[in-house]
């Protein structure tokens, strides 16, 4: 059973960096084709696909975010962690971490994370 | 960025009424088009994959058709477990993208 959760500040102040924690069970980041990303969604609005990263460590990043992310791992673990920079109030959102899996079609995300929700305030 | 969009943005329905939900593409994503569907405080849920392949577990009630440039999700007879909102994504280049959701409620 593949489970995912995620974990982090709920509260950051404009200009700091996030750091979110991606805790997940029932695979591991060394299976052929396993891929750990983050989703967010500010509220009322829709989803907003940040980054990915796969078991042979190829990461893909959202260009327009491409050069405030980092998506690192730690496999023993079984983590993946997301560090966002120079956070300002429009990155409130509610930040998802996903499965997905490289040998399937369509990419699709197959599992979600709860969500933790992150809102950017002074 | 492939631009998603959804049509109704929202829609009521009864419990045993059949609605489909259709997402359009700005640029053809061929068959790499998911359906996802969301609940408040719930994990998000993967519908559809490939454009009309069911995921395990969903009910067939559900289906997703289309390719291109359009696609659909339809609901047979709608639950009232199935009152939630709905997104299209491509994942056929990078960023991948998501339309912008259709909410179904009771009406």
């Known amino acids: 059973q593949i489970t995912l959760k995620e974990s982090g500040p709920t509260l950051v102040k404009p200009t700091q960096t996030l750091t979110l924690t991606c805790s997940f069970s029932g695979f591991s980041l060394r299976d052929t084709g396993v891929g750990v990303g983050w989703i967010r969604q500010p509220p009322g609005k829709a989803l907003e696909w940040l980054a990915v990263?796969?078991?042979?460590?190829?990461?893909r990043y959202s260009p327009s975010l491409k050069n405030r992310l980092s998506i690192t791992k730690d496999t023993s673990k079984n983590q993946v962690v997301l560090v966002m920079t120079n956070m300002d109030p429009l990155d409130t959102a509610t930040y998802y971490c996903?499965?997905?899996?490289?040998?399937?079609?369509?990419?699709?995300?197959?599992?979600w994370g709860q969500g933790t929700q992150v809102t950017v305030s002074s | 960025d492939i631009q998603m969009t959804q049509s109704p943005s929202s829609l009521s329905a009864s419990v045993g009424d059949r609605v489909t939900i259709t997402c359009r593409a700005s640029l053809s994503v061929s068959s790499f088009l998911n359906w996802y569907q969301l609940k408040p405080g719930k994990a998000p849920k993967l519908i559809i994959y490939a454009a009309s392949s069911l995921q395990s577990g969903v009910p067939p009630r559900f289906s997703g058709g289309g390719s291109g440039t359009d696609f659909s999700l339809t609901i047979s007879s709608l639950q009232p477990e199935d009152f939630a909102t709905y997104y299209c994504q491509q994942s056929y280049s990078i960023p991948f993208t998501f339309g912008p959701g259709t909410k179904v409620d009771i009406k």
């Open positions: 990263m796969y078991w042979d460590e190829d990461n």
């Open positions: 996903v499965h997905s899996n490289r040998l399937v079609v369509s990419l699709p995300f197959d599992y």
